[in-house]
């Protein structure tokens, strides 16, 4: 019993580092390839944590990637957003966020588990 606590800590620490090692700002690293890194890890650890099937789970994560990311996010849409008002800016970018959060935990469990979520 006292294993399977220890090695839990240790998976959160590794994905906890691994996290932090991925966020750090790397040139040859495109916006999208940092956040997809991002959001695996914390997926990750929510499915070591047993939290993944939270139903706030995608809003929560689509919070902090918003958060943490936001002038890369900024510059991914700037050719799309020229005309849009910066409220509607914020929802393209929520959208695109939630989306990709979504897909990326579904590829997470399909791997997973060898079977399509629905």
Known sequence: MKRAGLLAG???LIFVFSELVSALPRADVDSW???????KGQ???A????????PHFVEE???LVLKKFDRQLDAEIARYAK????????SLKR????????????RVF???TRRPLW
């Open 83 to 90: 005309n849009l008002t910066p409220e509607q800016k914020e």
């Open 33 to 39: 390839t940092a956040i997809g890194l991002f959001v």
């Open 43 to 45: 997926i990750d650890i």
């Open 110 to 112: 399909i791997l997973r």
């Open 95 to 106: 959208l695109l966020v939630s989306d990709y959060v979504s897909i990326s935990i579904r």
């Open 61 to 63: 994560l689509t919070d």
């Open 47 to 54: 499915h070591t944590k047993g939290t993944i099937n939270d």
């Open 10 to 12: 240790v998976l959160v």
